[in-house]
């Protein structure tokens, strides 16, 4: 019976090991446990701390489900994020073909386009929460020195308008990250193919459903699944804004979880909610990687 031989590690293979170490050590502490944790939470009764008391399996899932808050916050999620990456899609599209032609100022406006984007999010929407302040906003003494309205409408208070604005500063932070990579896919297809495009006599339309489109689809696909995970899960701009409210108008699932969890002490509830989000955004992500590694494949 022949011995198994066993080899070695090279002086490379193990200092890989030791340098890894503590990547991994820090992705199975700060990572891999708090998501073995909330999935263990959301299948038990915990108490106001936390603390797993009695294994029900998925009574928690059952109960979150009949209830009518938490499809209403679902499908407000949804709703967030069909029409944010929808508009930053269109919108960073233009603004790129727009950033594409040759016109003097081009690189400055190229820089005022990346402000948005490159500020920091909570810095950002705590100076949209004073434009749209009621009584001080710079918008509402702006609408009425125009002569628009006398009485413009209380931006955060109320449930449509409140939706409305917080989804607008999400687009106005997110249009520049779309527009820019658009732009970075545009200037990489080839002149050439324009130029054979204007002497067959095809128009500026023609040339951007034929050429650009086509050349740069993987990228506007890939740019608009990064923009759908980032939108679903932003937190920082309705938590900031509105804090969810007015009567929980704004709420989406990732602000049901923090308050569920850190406002009312409901981490089973908090859980479930957690580990269907996780759910969306593991198959948002599948599909992303997909794409990503395939190198071109249009086929998933």
Known sequence: MKQLS???LSGDAKMAYVLLAP?????????????????MMSL???????ILQEFIWFKNFTRIF??????EVTGRSLLWTA???????VVGMIIALCLNVEFRGRKFSRLLFIIPWASSVPISAMLWKWVYDHE????????IALGITQNPPVWLGTPIWSFVSCMWVDIWIGIPFMALVFLAGMQSVPKDLYESAEVDGVNS?????????????QIIFIATLLSSLWTFNDFNVIYILTRGGPAGATDILITAIYKNGFEWLRFSDSAVMAVVTFII??????????VYFRGGDDTL
Not at 205 to 217: D, H, L, M
Request: aromatic share 18%; net charge positive; hydrophobic share 55%.
């Open 6 to 8: 066993v080899k070695r």
């Open 23 to 39: 990547a991994a050590a820090f992705i199975a502490v700060f990572m891999i446990y708090p998501i073995f944790y909330v999935i």
């Open 44 to 50: 038990y009764r915990t108490n106001k701390l936390g």
């Open 66 to 71: 009949k209830q009518k808050v938490f499809w």
């Open 83 to 89: 029409i944010g990456v929808t508009v930053k899609t």
């Open 136 to 143: 001080f906003g710079l918008l509402n003494h702006t609408l």
């Open 205 to 217: 339309a023609g040339k951007f459903f034929y050429i650009t489109i086509p050349s740069i689809k």
């Open 281 to 290: 955004l593991m198959a948002l992500s599948i599909v992303y990687a997909r």
